[in-house]
């Protein structure tokens, strides 16, 4: 299997375990974010990320980083509970949070990148809902987007070692 696919089966299998522990915990109406749906959907994460790699042509270091994101979105927010309702896009069923986390990590990191529409018909979501998704995110991030090495070399030794990977 490609490396990159193999960062890509182990960050899906890391955010199916996070959303198997946090879908059996009870969330407050006033919790329930722009992020969330009324219901889980069918496509699963890796199918997604698959989908969204492909298309948009980011690179591995952006998976990494969108992952990064998610966590420090979890530290600075810890009420902000990522669960089956909130990870995926209802009635599209898309994946709203690690979207727009990769959209912005490919802003961030990556030299190219296209304009929202793309990203929007690429996610499955229209191109306001981008431009609103991104100024929340951002917002929630306290517009904090670096990455230092060091932490991204820890994530990606770590998700190395979860998934097993072979160094190249």
């Known amino acids: 299997m490609h490396r990159h696919n193999q960062i890509l089966t182990t960050i899906a299998d890391i955010l199916d375990e996070i959303i198997k522990q946090t879908d ?5 109406q006033d919790q329930i974010s722009y992020f969330h749906a009324t219901k889980a959907p069918s496509i699963s994460i890796y199918n997604y990320l698959q989908r969204i790699s492909k298309y948009t042509n980011c690179s591995e270091g952006c998976i990494v980083i969108a992952l990064i994101y998610l966590d420090r979105l979890q530290e600075k927010h810890p009420y902000f509970v990522l669960n089956s309702k909130c990870i995926h896009r209802y009635p599209f069923q898309f994946i709203r949070f690690l979207l727009i986390s990769i959209v912005i990590a490919i802003k961030f990191q990556d030299d190219e990148y296209y304009k929202n529409e793309y990203y929007a018909k690429v996610g499955g ?14 917002e929630l991030m306290d517009h904090q987007l670096f990455i230092s090495d060091h932490d991204y070399l820890m994530y990606e030794k770590k998700l190395l070692q979860y998934g097993e990977i072979e160094m190249p």
Do not use: D, G, H, N
Request: hydrophobic fraction near 60%; proline fraction near 0%.
């Open 24 to 28: 059996a915990l009870e969330i407050e």
């Open 125 to 138: 979501v229209s191109t306001k809902e981008i431009l609103v998704l991104e100024l929340e995110f951002l």
